[in-house]
């Protein structure tokens, strides 16, 4: 595996290049053209500015999360394929400066879901945190101005202004789309990319459902380990993966974690690996990524990647916000970088033992 953080590039992030080059054992980071809104090409050009920039502090870039999705070609529309013809372009430029990870969701409106951004949790941190009961009693509009009004300024990912100024819309647009439909409308996308892909050995990795049901009535499909092996026969190609983040599909506990990432063996192309605090089934916390502060054992998720031989980057996920930092909500330095040098501790261990083990047999 390779470490990495998440980083939105000049002047969407709180977090400087040099201060992630500085964590130990991170060497990339997981990028993307912030600017650029989902359906739009991304020009060869911007993609080696961003590139040069990360190398000049000593960092690669190990992916790019995310190329966003068009909405029509979510829906299905018939100007889906100009959408997909862009992708297919953005993809060969990232291609071209020899990128090849891609972090994308299917997700239809809106992208994660949390109902709280920053809720204090016992020691005095915040952090976002999911209550199934507030999505059911409020209206989506509203839920999109509140989650934009607490950002602390920053733009969040999946919650762009510009496609969210239009929920209503995009509601109205989703009215006829099923999860039958959403998956087909998947696979089609999939099918058009995978040549591109292949020619350049672009792995995709889906972005698992955020929470791992349907919100406001919206299909959800990438939910648990049924659906995505489904999605996997469906376009039976290496380079068509899974971001395997805890996080999403912990959020439903009959996911058992370490059995997923077992079963997708070679197609997990990226891991985002963050611990969760369950209350009650749609009631939970994000929480410091040690396994004692939450609900997984961060051990058997790790063991479990290194055991399939997982390559791929990874990094640690949404931290606490805490020490006074004022940071996008859930991607600030420090709990991450506590994070990251969890999971290389946990990584360290699991592979000495390995060995040490496969010596004395
Ligand atoms: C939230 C993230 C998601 C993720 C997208 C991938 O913090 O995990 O926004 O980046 O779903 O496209």
């Given at each position: 595996m390779k470490m990495t953080l998440r980083w939105f590039g000049e002047g969407y992030d709180s977090v400087k290049l040099r201060e992630i080059r500085q964590i130990p054992g991170v060497v990339g980071v997981i990028t993307t053209l912030y600017n650029r809104q989902a359906g739009e090409l991304w020009p060869r050009e911007e993609i080696a500015a961003l590139k040069a920039k990360v190398e000049a502090e000593n960092l690669e870039i190990s992916g790019i999360e995310s190329v966003n999705i068009h909405d029509d070609i979510k829906i299905g529309l018939p100007s889906r394929d100009q959408y997909i013809e862009n992708y297919i372009k953005s993809l060969e430029n990232l291609g071209e400066e020899g990128i090849k990870m891609v972090c994308y969701n299917f997700m239809p409106v809106f992208d994660w879901t949390r109902t709280n951004l920053a809720k204090p949790r016992h020691d005095g941190s915040t952090v976002l945190a999911y209550d199934q009961s507030v999505v059911d009693s409020i209206d989506p509009q509203v839920f999109f101005d509140q989650t934009d009004a607490n950002s602390n300024g920053f733009v969040m990912p999946g919650w762009e202004p510009e496609r969210l100024s239009r929920v209503k819309e995009l509601f109205e647009a989703y009215k006829d789309v099923t999860a039958d439909k959403l998956f087909d409308n998947l696979v089609y996308f999939l099918k058009a990319i995978m040549p591109t892909c292949d020619k350049y050995g672009i792995n995709m990795a889906i972005h698992p459902d955020d929470p791992a049901w349907p919100v406001f009535d919206l299909p959800r499909i990438i939910t648990n380990k049924e659906n995505i092996l489904k999605m996997f026969a469906a376009v039976d190609?290496?380079?068509?993966?899974?971001?395997?983040?805890t996080g999403s599909l912990g959020t439903?506990?009959?996911?058992d974690l370490p059995d997923i990432i077992r079963a997708c063996k070679g197609r997990i192309h990226f891991a985002h690996v963050r611990n969760l605090q369950h209350f009650a089934p749609g009631l939970f916390e994000e929480a410091a990524h040690l396994s004692a502060d939450g609900t997984f054992d961060m051990y058997e998720i790790v063991k479990a990647l290194y055991d399939i031989g997982f390559d791929g980057p990874i990094r640690p996920d949404h931290g606490r916000t805490l020490w006074g930092e004022v940071c996008m909500p859930g991607y600030g330095l420090y709990d991450r970088a506590m994070g990251a040098c969890y999971i290389n501790g946990l990584w360290e261990a699991i592979d000495k033992a390995t060995k040490r083990k496969d010596q004395l047999l």
């Open positions: 190609n290496p380079h068509n993966g899974l971001t395997f983040c439903d506990l009959s996911n």
